[in-house]
């Protein structure tokens, strides 16, 4: 078989991964564009990362996503230039690429969250409060501090992980007011313009709402970066109570179009990408 007609490899690297929609976004859209490529689940143990990660060249791998837990292990393996050196701060890669035989990092998730967020509420000036501390939470408190959010409370079960984000923030943005709070009720959302869950609390839907009732109001907008339910708990009662409300769908579809243009150079093509990804979750919902 002649190179050329090897199919070049991407995919999601995670554990657990199995469950992930990006294969079918992403494969809908080499078809569409005839790109001879695929996209596949790596599902990869923490104790076989080292090897799969060495071995990539060998399975034709030129891009993965990389989500929980590898976001921070996969920061050690990858070539750093000046301007992609403050990805390493916020420690959000969450794409790689192959570029003349370097692997370098990206993190798609801070315009494709900030692009989705925009098409609801422009963030500048705005007061908001975060749930969650993990990597999806540092990616999109940057993108907010970055783009004159006014202020930013951050909850997290483990309180060590918002002061570990309040302190990125603080680094990379002195002036920018970010307080790590202990509990959710300091969060004081009814005072907020924006609340964004970013923890895993809602996926199941034994899950709790985190929120009481009386803390939101009609005039806040909440994102909920879980896309899977379409409505989460907290969607619910947000909606109920007048609110406007995001699921974190439009963010999944536009952190993987931008993965796909930094992998292929070409534009990736959106109507596509969203309606494979919306089959493929009603697939899951049956
Ligand atoms: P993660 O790194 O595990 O972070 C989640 C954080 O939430 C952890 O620090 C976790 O603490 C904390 N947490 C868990 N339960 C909590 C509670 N009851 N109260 C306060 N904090 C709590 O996960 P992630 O990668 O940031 O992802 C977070 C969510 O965003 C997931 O649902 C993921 O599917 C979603 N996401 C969506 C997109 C999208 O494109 N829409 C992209 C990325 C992520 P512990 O570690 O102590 O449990």
């Avoid at 991407?10 to 554990?15: F, H, P």
């Avoid at 000036?125 to 202020?151: D, F, M, P």
């Amino acid at each position: 078989m002649d190179k050329k007609s090897i199919p070049k490899v991407y995919g999601v690297l995670g554990y657990p991964a199995k469950h992930s929609l990006s294969p079918a976004m992403h494969n809908a859209a080499f078809r569409a564009l005839k790109i001879n490529a695929e996209y596949k689940i790596f599902e990869v143990k923490p104790e076989d990362l080292d090897y799969f990660l060495h071995a990539l060249s060998k399975e034709n791998i030129h891009g993965l996503n990389v989500t929980i837990p590898y976001k921070e292990r996969i920061l050690n393996f990858l070539d750093w230039d000046k301007e992609s050196l403050y990805l390493k701060q916020i420690k959000a890669v969450n794409t790689i690429a192959l570029e003349h035989g370097i692997w370098k990092g990206f993190n798609t998730d801070i315009p494709g969250f900030l692009k989705d967020l925009k098409e609801n509420i422009d963030p500048a000036h705005k007061s908001v409060a975060i749930l969650g501390a993990g990597g999806a939470a540092r990616a999109v408190t940057y993108a907010l501090a970055n783009s004159g959010a006014e202020e930013i409370f951050i909850y997290d079960i483990e309180k060590a992980k918002s002061q570990d984000v309040a302190k990125m923030i603080k680094n990379l943005f002195p002036n920018f007011n970010i307080v790590a709070v202990e509990n959710i009720e300091q969060l004081n959302i009814q005072e907020k313009n924006l609340l964004i869950n970013a923890t895993p609390v809602g996926l199941k839907n034994t899950d709790p709402c985190l929120i009481k009732e009386g803390m939101l109001n009609k005039d806040l907008f909440v994102y909920d970066l879980i896309y899977n339910p379409k409505e989460t708990k907290l969607l619910a009662l947000a909606k109920e109570k007048g609110a406007r409300i995001s699921n974190g769908l439009g963010m999944l579809l536009y952190q993987g179009m931008l993965s796909f243009k930094i992998w292929t150079k070409k534009d990736a093509p959106e109507k596509i990408m969203r309606e494979a990804l919306k089959k493929e979750l009603e697939k899951c919902q049956n």
